[in-house]
């Protein structure tokens, strides 16, 4: 008799078990997410960053290393130009280390939890888990988040990520409105909870290492930037009622430069000159992926946006939004001077 009730019992804990065993939803893998994030000591990953900016996509090899709390070094380096950029943030503050030019700037932020950032695992994991109306789908051994993108380019929107079953990130696409594809990076490896040397954070041995690896680029660089004369560079991209009100021509120590002052609406002014090496430190500021280039936005009403291009150091400042200011920078790549 008590055989014969033992079946029913036992029948009914392989029903719950099979059902356990059933395909994760959205929800459940939200929050296994979450708690990876929570659990994990860091992360050092590897991937391939292709950004269209222009006729031509920009691609770069994106190295990952974050010590939690808030320790992080990513190296950003161009596959076109073979050019190396760093971004570091320890205890002494946040870095944008250009190697080639042996110039560094420096800065209190609380980046990068301001703005997310596509190659880092948990701005992805945030923008998987805040987003409620998610979509989901599991792909065979992935799944796969369509998620709303919160990046300092107003024209992302959407962003699809895909992570394999251990919660690894695979690649992403980040599109415009219209769902074309602007960002994609497709990892190559990632490690949770790595080993990292003592040193691994430090500004001075990220910055001589780099300038090392990097010497036929600023010999070349440098011989480059005494030849050129890069004439006047203007944006391709103005807010809307905003025109160019003049030209000047200033000469300095350092050679000619360029300043272009625009009025309207949002009124700004651009300097160019050549660029230079610097150590330059601000009270804040905050790191800015322009798609071909690290700038650094300084300021809170009257905003200044640095940054290097092509032996060319670019000075943008305006009231405008940062939204704006991004936008015309980023109009700036690849434009000729006159």
């Not at 190295?63 to 050019?83: A, D, G, M």
């Not at 905003?303 to 980023?330: C, I, N, Q």
């Amino acid at each position: 008799m008590k055989r014969v009730l033992l079946l029913p019992a036992v029948f009914l804990l392989i029903c719950l078990s099979l059902i356990g065993c059933g395909p994760k939803s959205s929800g459940d893998v939200a929050d296994d997410l979450a708690k990876q994030v929570e659990k994990m000591s860091g992360y050092k990953s590897k991937a391939s960053l292709s950004v269209q900016a222009g006729k031509t996509p920009q691609e770069y090899e994106v190295e990952v290393w974050h010590k939690k709390p808030n320790f992080y070094r990513i190296s950003l380096t161009s596959k076109q130009r073979n050019i190396t950029q760093i971004i570091l943030r320890n205890n002494e503050g946040v870095f944008v280390l250009t190697p080639h030019l042996n110039k560094s700037f420096r800065f209190q932020s609380e980046w990068p939890e301001k703005h997310g950032q596509v190659y880092l695992y948990e701005s992805l994991a945030k923008s998987i888990i805040s987003d409620t109306a998610r979509k989901f789908q599991g792909e065979g051994e992935q799944y796969a988040f369509e998620v709303k993108a919160d990046y300092q380019s107003r024209s992302l929107t959407t962003q699809k990520i895909m992570l394999n079953k251990s919660l690894e990130p695979v690649r992403v696409d980040v599109m415009d409105s219209n769902m074309n594809p602007m960002v994609t990076v497709q990892y190559n490896s990632f490690e949770l909870n790595p080993k990292f040397d003592e040193d691994a954070f430090d500004k001075e041995r990220n910055m001589q290492a780099a300038i090392l690896d990097s010497v036929p680029v600023i010999a070349e660089a440098s011989a480059e930037n005494q030849e050129r004369s890069f004439g006047v560079i203007e944006p391709n991209y103005l807010p809307k009622g905003v025109t160019l009100k003049g030209i000047d021509k200033v000469n300095d120590e350092d050679g000619v430069q360029i300043v272009l002052t625009y009025t309207g609406e949002y009124p700004f002014t651009l300097i160019e000159n050549k660029s230079r090496s610097a150590a330059v430190s601000f009270v804040s500021g905050e790191p800015v992926d322009l798609g071909y280039t690290v700038g650094i936005m300084v300021g809170d009403v009257n905003k200044t946006l640095r940054w290097d291009y092509e032996g060319v150091e670019y000075t943008l400042s305006s009231g405008m939004p940062a939204e704006e200011m991004v936008e015309v920078a980023k109009s700036m790549f690849n434009q000729v001077g006159k």
